[in-house]
C-alpha cells in the first residue's frame, strides 16, 4: 500500500501522469467516453433530482393539506397555519397574460419582417441589438421598470383607461399607485420579445424556400404567400415560440417583483397590484425557516414552478425539434 | 392599386413599427439606466466598500459587489466549463443524430428554461444537506446549475457548424475520437466556445433570484469560498429598497455599472464571432 | 415569320460577381415544348427562372438585358410580377405541396387571383383530370396533399400551375425527383398538353430532350451555343461543341 503510493507520488513528480496518460490511445477513448456520457447523463439525473428534492421538501404541507386547499384556497396567513396558494397563481396568470397579450403581436411581426422582408444587411445590425435584449439582467429591467413603466402606467395609462373604460371590472382603477399587473405585464413584455423572436425567426426561415417559390410562381404576392403558405407551415412552431415566452414569463422573478406591487389579493383589474409566485417564494426566504410548514410552503411554490414550466418548455420544444428534423 | 396591394402595405407598415417599438424599448432601457445612472456614478462607488450608514446615503461603494459577483459568476463559469465542454464534445462527437443525444438535447434546453428562482430555492436545499451557510462556493454552485444548460447549448451549436467532412478526415488519419475532439474540433472552433463561455457568464453575473438563497450578502470583500457574499443584481435591489433617494441613485449607478459589463460581454462576443468566420475551415 | 411567345434579348446575369449567363439572345415559339440543354452548372435553371422573375428571389442576383413576353419586356420596372407569374407558370424540380388539402392546393392560384371560369370544384376537377391525378385522388380532395406520393405530388403540382390557366409552362428538370415510371407519366401529361400552350423544358437528359424536345436551346458555361429545331440541332448540329456535347465527348 505504501510502496503503490510512493510509486504514484513520484510518478506525479516527475510531472508525467503515467497513471492516466500512459494508457493506450484506445484505452484513453473509451475511457473518456465512458466519462463524458455520464456527465452528460447527469444532467438528466439533474433534473430528476430537482423534482424529487423539491418534492421531498414540500411534502410536509403535502401530507396533510388537500391538494385543493393549497391550489384555490384566498387565505394566505402562514402564522395561523394557513397556505391557500391561489392568490398568488392567479397573480403570476394575470401578469403572465398580460405580458404575452403586449408581447405576442409585436414580436411575431418582427420575426416575419427580419425572415421575410429585411436584407441580409438590416438583419446583420437587428439580430445582435435584439440578443443585447435578450442579455439584459432581469434587476436592470426591473429598474427601468420603476423609473419608467411604473409612472407611465400611473400617470398616463391607468387615467385614461380609466377615465373612458373604467365601467369595464378589467380596467377599473383602483390602485393609486403605477405598481400593478399592467405595470408588471409590460416588463414582462420587453423580456420576453426576444425570445419569441428569435425562435420563431428561425421556424419562419426554416420553411423550404421550394414552398415561397411555389406559390410565388403562381403569381402570389409576397404578403399572399407569408399568410397561405409560410405561416400555415410554420404555425405549430410559432404557437411554440410563443409557449417558450410564455414559460419564460411565468418563471421570471426579480424584474416582476420590482414593479408588481406585491399585494397577496386576487386581482380583477389591470390597475391591481399582485403577487406572484417567484415574487412570493423571494421575498419570504429569510423568516420562512422559522414558521413551521411555512418552508415546505415555499418550496411548494418552487415545484409548481418547475412543473408548469417543465411541461410547457417540453411541449414547445418537442414541437421544434420535429421542426427542424423535417426541415 | 388594388386590395392585396394595399393589404401588403399595412402589414409591412405593421412589421417595421414592430421592429421600431422593439429596438426602441432597447433604447428606452438603456437610455434610462444610463441617464438616471451616469450622475450617481464616480470613482468611489467602484473602489470602496460600503462604510457604516451607507445604506442611509453615507460614503462608501459598491466594489463589495463589483468583487463578488466577478467571483461569483467567474467561479461558476470555470465550473461550468469543466462539465460543459466534455458534454458538448459527447453530444457531438460520440454521439452525433443519434437518439441519446437528441434526449439529452431536449433535457438541456428544458433545463435553459427552468426559472432562476428555481434553481436558487433547489441550490439552497442541496446547502443544507451539506450543512453549507449561504457563501460563495453556495452560490456558485447554484450558478453553475443555471448556465450549464446554457454553454452546453452554445458550445453544441458551435461544433456543429464544423463540418463533418473535417471530423472524418482527423479520424481516417487514425485519429482517436478523443484526440479529434481536443486537437481538431476544439482548435477549429475556440473562439465560438469562448463566445458560448461569454454568454453564460454574462448570464451568471445578471442573475439575482438564484444568488438569492444561496450566496447571501455582506458589506465586506469575501475573504473564504464559504464566507458570504455580495453580488450586483442584489446589490442593486437592496439599494433600491431603501427609503433614501440618495442610495436609490447608487442603485441605478450599480445597475449602469452592471449593464456596461453585459455590453462589454455582449461587444466582446460579437468581435470574437467575427473572428471565428477567418479562423475556420469550411 | 410568327412572333417568338418569349424572347431574351441581350440577357446577362449575376450571382454577386459571377457571371452566370452572357449575353443570351434565343428565342421561344410559341406552342410546342423548347428544351434547355446543357452540362450540369451551365445556366439552364437560372435561364429558365429568368422567364418569370423568381431568380430575385435569390440574394445578391443582377439582371441586364431584356426578356420579352409577347414583346413586352417582363423586367420593365412598370411591370407587375405578380401578372406575369400568372401567365408564366412554373413545374419546379421537387414537388412542393402546400400545406394545405389536395383541393386547395390545385384552387390556390385561382383563389388568389379571384377569377376562374365556372365554379371552383369545376376548376379543381378540370386541371386534375388534365394533370393525369383525378382518378386516382377524387374521393379524398380534403386529404391533405403532403400525404400523396412523391410522383402524385409532381402531377399535383402540375394541375396547380395550370389551374391559373398559364400561356407558359417552365419546366425545370419536372422529373428528376422521380421514379422511371411517374416520369414517363408527368412526360405524357406535358406532351398532351403541348399543343395549347408553350412549354420550356429544363433538362440535363439527353434522352428525354429527343423525346419532348420541338426546340432546342443549348447552352455551355454560360453562353447561348446553339438554338432551333430539335431535328435541326439533334442531327446536325452547327455548333462543335454541340456536337460534341451531343455525342457524349464532353459535358
Same mark, same amino acid.
Given at each position: =500500500?505504501?510502496?503503490?503510493?510512493?510509486?504514484?507520488?513520484?510518478?506525479?513528480?516527475?510531472?508525467?501522469?503515467?497513471?492516466?496518460?500512459?494508457?493506450?490511445?484506445?484505452?484513453?477513448?473509451?475511457?473518456?467516453?465512458?466519462?463524458?456520457?455520464?456527465?452528460? $447523463?447527469?444532467?438528466?439525473?439533474?433534473?430528476?433530482?430537482?423534482?424529487?428534492? /423539491?418534492?421531498?421538501?414540500?411534502?410536509?404541507?403535502?401530507?396533510?393539506?388537500?391538494?385543493?386547499?393549497?391550489?384555490?384556497?384566498?387565505?394566505?396567513?402562514? $402564522?395561523?397555519?394557513?397556505?391557500?396558494?391561489?392568490?398568488?397563481? =392567479?397573480?403570476?396568470?394575470?401578469?403572465?397574460?398580460?405580458?404575452?397579450?403586449?408581447?405576442?403581436?409585436?414580436?411575431?411581426?418582427?420575426?416575419?419582417?427580419?425572415?421575410?422582408?429585411?436584407?441580409?444587411?438590416?438583419?446583420?445590425? !437587428?439580430?445582435?441589438?435584439?440578443?443585447?435584449?435578450?442579455?439584459?439582467?432581469?434587476?436592470?429591467?426591473?429598474?427601468?421598470?420603476?423609473?419608467?413603466?411604473?409612472?407611465?402606467?400611473?400617470?398616463?395609462?391607468?387615467?385614461?383607461?380609466?377615465?373612458?373604460?373604467?365601467?369595464?371590472?378589467?380596467?377599473?382603477?383602483?390602485?393609486?399607485?403605477?405598481?400593478?399587473?399592467?405595470?408588471?405585464?409590460?416588463?414582462?413584455?420587453?423580456?420576453?420579445?426576444?425570445?419569441?423572436?428569435?425562435?420563431?425567426?428561425?421556424?419562419?426561415?426554416? !420553411?423550404?424556400?421550394? /414552398?415561397?417559390?411555389?406559390?410565388?410562381?403562381?403569381?402570389?404576392?409576397?404578403?399572399?404567400?407569408?399568410?397561405?403558405?409560410?405561416?400555415?407551415?410554420?404555425?405549430?412552431?410559432?404557437?411554440?415560440?410563443? !409557449?417558450?415566452?410564455?414559460?419564460?414569463?411565468?418563471?421570471?422573478?426579480?424584474?416582476?417583483?420590482?414593479?408588481?406591487?406585491?399585494?397577496?389579493?386576487?386581482?380583477?383589474?389591470?390597475?391591481?397590484?399582485?403577487?406572484?409566485?417567484?415574487? /412570493?417564494?423571494?421575498?419570504?426566504?429569510?423568516? =420562512?425557516?422559522?414558521?413551521?410548514?411555512?418552508?415546505?410552503?415555499?418550496?411548494?411554490?418552487? $415545484?409548481?414552478?418547475?412543473?408548469?414550466?417543465?411541461?410547457?418548455?417540453?411541449?414547445?420544444?418537442?414541437? /421544434?425539434?420535429?421542426?427542424?428534423?423535417?426541415? | 392599386?388594388?386590395?392585396?396591394?394595399?393589404?401588403?402595405?399595412?402589414?409591412? #407598415?405593421?412589421?417595421?413599427?414592430?421592429?421600431?417599438?422593439?429596438?426602441?424599448?432597447?433604447?428606452?432601457?438603456?437610455?434610462?439606466?444610463?441617464?438616471?445612472?451616469?450622475?450617481?456614478?464616480?470613482?468611489?462607488?467602484?473602489?470602496?466598500?460600503?462604510?457604516?450608514?451607507?445604506?442611509?446615503?453615507?460614503?462608501?461603494?459598491?466594489?463589495?459587489?463589483?468583487?463578488?459577483? +466577478?467571483?461569483?459568476? #467567474?467561479?461558476?463559469?470555470?465550473?461550468?466549463?469543466?462539465?460543459?465542454?466534455?458534454?458538448?464534445?459527447?453530444?457531438?462527437?460520440?454521439?452525433?443524430?443519434?437518439?441519446?443525444?437528441?434526449?439529452?438535447?431536449?433535457? +438541456?434546453?428544458?433545463?435553459? #428554461?427552468?426559472?432562476?428562482?428555481?434553481?436558487?430555492?433547489?441550490?439552497?436545499?442541496?446547502?443544507?444537506?451539506?450543512?453549507?451557510?449561504?457563501?460563495?462556493?453556495?452560490?456558485?454552485?447554484?450558478?453553475?446549475?443555471?448556465?450549464?444548460?446554457?454553454?452546453?447549448?452554445?458550445?453544441?451549436?458551435?461544433?456543429?457548424?464544423?463540418?463533418?467532412?473535417?471530423?472524418?478526415?482527423?479520424?481516417?488519419?487514425?485519429?482517436?475520437?478523443?484526440?479529434?475532439?481536443?486537437?481538431?474540433?476544439?482548435?477549429?472552433?475556440?473562439?465560438?466556445?469562448?463566445?458560448?463561455?461569454?454568454?453564460?457568464?454574462?448570464?451568471?453575473?445578471?442573475?439575482?433570484?438564484?444568488?438569492?438563497?444561496?450566496?447571501?450578502?455582506?458589506?465586506?470583500?469575501?475573504?473564504?469560498?464559504?464566507?458570504?457574499?455580495?453580488?450586483?443584481?442584489?446589490?442593486?435591489?437592496?439599494?433600491? #429598497?431603501?427609503?433614501?433617494?440618495?442610495?436609490?441613485?447608487?442603485?441605478?449607478?450599480?445597475?449602469?455599472?452592471?449593464?456596461?459589463?453585459?455590453?462589454?460581454?455582449?461587444?466582446?462576443?460579437?468581435?470574437?464571432?467575427?473572428?471565428?468566420?477567418?479562423?475556420?475551415?469550411? | 415569320?410568327?412572333?417568338?411567345?418569349?424572347?431574351?434579348?441581350?440577357?446577362?446575369?449575376?450571382?454577386?460577381?459571377?457571371?452566370?449567363?452572357?449575353?443570351?439572345?434565343?428565342?421561344?415559339?410559341?406552342?410546342?415544348?423548347?428544351?434547355?440543354?446543357?452540362?450540369?452548372?451551365?445556366?439552364?435553371?437560372?435561364?429558365?427562372?429568368?422567364?418569370?422573375?423568381?431568380?430575385?428571389?435569390?440574394?445578391?442576383?443582377?439582371?441586364?438585358?431584356? &426578356?420579352?413576353?409577347?414583346?413586352?419586356?417582363?423586367?420593365?420596372?412598370?411591370?407587375?410580377?405578380?401578372?406575369?407569374?400568372?401567365? &408564366?407558370?412554373?413545374?419546379?424540380?421537387?414537388?412542393?405541396?402546400?400545406?394545405?388539402?389536395?383541393?386547395?392546393? &390545385?384552387?390556390?392560384?385561382?383563389?388568389?387571383?379571384?377569377?376562374?371560369?365556372?365554379?371552383?370544384?369545376?376548376?379543381?376537377?378540370?386541371?386534375?383530370?388534365?394533370?393525369?391525378?383525378?382518378?386516382?385522388?377524387?374521393?379524398?380532395?380534403?386529404?391533405?396533399?403532403?400525404?400523396?406520393?412523391?410522383?402524385?405530388?409532381?402531377?399535383?403540382?402540375?394541375?396547380?400551375?395550370?389551374?391559373?390557366?398559364?400561356?407558359?409552362?417552365?419546366?425545370?428538370?419536372?422529373?428528376?425527383?422521380?421514379?422511371?415510371?411517374?416520369?414517363?407519366?408527368?412526360?405524357?401529361?406535358?406532351?398532351?398538353?403541348?399543343?395549347?400552350?408553350?412549354?420550356?423544358? &429544363?433538362?440535363?437528359?439527353?434522352?428525354?430532350?429527343?423525346?419532348?424536345?420541338?426546340?432546342?436551346?443549348?447552352?455551355?458555361?454560360?453562353?447561348?451555343?446553339?438554338?432551333?429545331?430539335?431535328?435541326?440541332?439533334?442531327?446536325?448540329?452547327?455548333?462543335?461543341?454541340?456536337?460534341?456535347?451531343?455525342?457524349?465527348?464532353?459535358?
Amino acid at each position: =500500500m505504501e510502496k503503490t503510493l510512493q510509486l504514484i507520488r513520484y510518478q506525479l513528480g516527475k510531472g508525467k501522469w503515467n497513471i492516466v496518460f500512459g494508457l493506450s490511445r484506445p484505452t484513453k477513448d473509451r475511457l473518456a467516453r465512458r466519462i463524458m456520457g455520464l456527465l452528460t $447523463l447527469s444532467t438528466g439525473i439533474l433534473l430528476l433530482v430537482m423534482i424529487l428534492v /423539491l418534492f421531498a421538501r414540500s411534502w410536509p404541507i403535502l401530507a396533510i393539506k388537500p391538494l385543493e386547499e393549497l391550489l384555490f384556497s384566498t387565505t394566505w396567513q402562514p $402564522l395561523q397555519g394557513a397556505f391557500g396558494f391561489y392568490p398568488f397563481i =392567479m397573480g403570476t396568470l394575470w401578469v403572465t397574460m398580460i405580458a404575452m397579450i403586449i408581447a405576442a403581436p409585436p414580436s411575431l411581426l418582427t420575426a416575419i419582417y427580419l425572415a421575410e422582408y429585411a436584407s441580409s444587411r438590416t438583419r446583420e445590425i !437587428v439580430k445582435p441589438l435584439i440578443d443585447l435584449l435578450a442579455g439584459i439582467p432581469s434587476v436592470v429591467y426591473g429598474i427601468w421598470g420603476v423609473l419608467t413603466v411604473v409612472p407611465f402606467v400611473q400617470d398616463v395609462i391607468a387615467p385614461f383607461l380609466g377615465h373612458w373604460f373604467g365601467f369595464i371590472p378589467l380596467f377599473q382603477v383602483n390602485n393609486p399607485t403605477g405598481y400593478s399587473i399592467l405595470a408588471g405585464g409590460i416588463v414582462l413584455a420587453v423580456m420576453v420579445f426576444p425570445v419569441i423572436i428569435a425562435v420563431s425567426e428561425e421556424v419562419i426561415q426554416a !420553411v423550404p424556400q421550394g /414552398l415561397r417559390e411555389a406559390s410565388l410562381a403562381l403569381g402570389a404576392t409576397r404578403w399572399q404567400t407569408i399568410k397561405h403558405v409560410v405561416l400555415r407551415y410554420s404555425l405549430p412552431g410559432v404557437m411554440a415560440a410563443i !409557449v417558450l415566452g410564455f414559460s419564460r414569463a411565468f418563471g421570471e422573478t426579480m424584474a416582476v417583483l420590482m414593479v408588481v406591487g406585491n399585494v397577496p389579493q386576487v386581482p380583477h383589474s389591470i390597475f391591481d397590484a399582485a403577487y406572484p409566485l417567484p415574487a /412570493l417564494i423571494a421575498n419570504n426566504y429569510g423568516e =420562512m425557516m422559522s414558521i413551521p410548514l411555512y418552508d415546505a410552503a415555499l418550496m411548494g411554490a418552487s $415545484l409548481i414552478l418547475l412543473l408548469v414550466v417543465l411541461l410547457f418548455n417540453l411541449i414547445s420544444r418537442l414541437i /421544434l425539434m420535429r421542426l427542424v428534423r423535417f426541415e | 392599386m388594388n386590395r392585396h396591394k394595399i393589404e401588403e402595405l399595412i402589414f409591412k #407598415g405593421l412589421m417595421m413599427a414592430s421592429t421600431m417599438f422593439v429596438l426602441g424599448s432597447l433604447v428606452l432601457i438603456l437610455g434610462t439606466v444610463i441617464w438616471r445612472g451616469l450622475p450617481a456614478l464616480n470613482l468611489a462607488m467602484l473602489t470602496q466598500t460600503p462604510k457604516g450608514g451607507y445604506y442611509m446615503g453615507k460614503e462608501g461603494g459598491i466594489l463589495n459587489a463589483i468583487v463578488g459577483s +466577478l467571483y461569483l459568476a #467567474g467561479g461558476a463559469t470555470a465550473l461550468s466549463l469543466v462539465i460543459s465542454l466534455p458534454i458538448a464534445l459527447y453530444l457531438q462527437i460520440y454521439a452525433p443524430r443519434t437518439r441519446q443525444s437528441e434526449v439529452a438535447r431536449l433535457v +438541456l434546453d428544458v433545463l435553459w #428554461g427552468i426559472p432562476s428562482i428555481v434553481y436558487g430555492a433547489f441550490g439552497f436545499t442541496l446547502m443544507l444537506w451539506l450543512g453549507i451557510r449561504a457563501s460563495l462556493l453556495g452560490g456558485i454552485i447554484a450558478l453553475t446549475l443555471l448556465e450549464l444548460p446554457i454553454m452546453v447549448r452554445g458550445m453544441d451549436e458551435a461544433i456543429a457548424l464544423v463540418p463533418n467532412a473535417l471530423k472524418e478526415a482527423s479520424l481516417a488519419l487514425g485519429a482517436t475520437c478523443l484526440e479529434t475532439a481536443f486537437k481538431v474540433v476544439v482548435k477549429q472552433t475556440a473562439p465560438a466556445l469562448l463566445t458560448a463561455v461569454l454568454l453564460a457568464f454574462g448570464r451568471g453575473i445578471g442573475d439575482a433570484a438564484s444568488v438569492l438563497f444561496t450566496a447571501g450578502y455582506t458589506d465586506r470583500l469575501p475573504d473564504s469560498i464559504l464566507s458570504p457574499v455580495a453580488s450586483l443584481p442584489l446589490a442593486i435591489f437592496f439599494q433600491l #429598497g431603501t427609503p433614501f433617494p440618495a442610495v436609490q441613485d447608487r442603485a441605478y449607478a450599480s445597475a449602469l455599472v452592471l449593464t456596461i459589463i453585459i455590453l462589454i460581454l455582449s461587444l466582446t462576443s460579437r468581435w470574437l464571432t467575427g473572428r471565428l468566420t477567418t479562423n475556420i475551415v469550411r | 415569320m410568327v412572333q417568338p411567345h418569349m424572347q431574351f434579348r441581350q440577357l446577362n446575369i449575376w450571382y454577386s460577381s459571377r457571371q452566370a449567363l452572357k449575353n443570351v439572345t434565343a428565342e421561344i415559339p410559341a406552342r410546342g415544348i423548347t428544351a434547355i440543354i446543357g452540362p450540369s452548372g451551365c445556366g439552364k435553371t437560372t435561364l429558365l427562372k429568368s422567364l418569370n422573375r423568381l431568380l430575385e428571389e435569390t440574394d445578391g442576383i443582377r439582371v441586364e438585358g431584356e &426578356v420579352l413576353l409577347g414583346g413586352e419586356n417582363i423586367y420593365d420596372p412598370s411591370v407587375d410580377v405578380t401578372k406575369i407569374r400568372t401567365r &408564366v407558370g412554373l413545374l419546379a424540380s421537387k414537388p412542393f405541396p402546400l400545406p394545405m388539402s389536395i383541393f386547395d392546393n &390545385v384552387a390556390y392560384g385561382p383563389r388568389i387571383h379571384g377569377q376562374y371560369s365556372g365554379s371552383l370544384s369545376e376548376v379543381v376537377e378540370r386541371n386534375l383530370k388534365t394533370a393525369g391525378l383525378w382518378e386516382e385522388v377524387y374521393d379524398r380532395l380534403g386529404t391533405p396533399a403532403a400525404r400523396l406520393s412523391t410522383g402524385q405530388q409532381q402531377r399535383l403540382c402540375l394541375a396547380r400551375a395550370l389551374a391559373v390557366e398559364p400561356e407558359v409552362l417552365l419546366c425545370d428538370e419536372p422529373t428528376s425527383a422521380l421514379d422511371p415510371i411517374s416520369a414517363q407519366r408527368i412526360e405524357i401529361q406535358l406532351k398532351a398538353i403541348k399543343e395549347k400552350m408553350t412549354i420550356v423544358v &429544363v433538362t440535363h437528359l439527353l434522352r428525354q430532350a429527343h423525346r419532348l424536345a420541338d426546340h432546342v436551346i443549348f447552352l455551355w458555361l454560360g453562353e447561348l451555343v446553339e438554338s432551333g429545331p430539335a431535328n435541326q440541332v439533334f442531327n446536325s448540329p452547327r455548333d462543335e461543341r454541340t456536337r460534341a456535347y451531343l455525342s457524349g465527348d464532353i459535358g
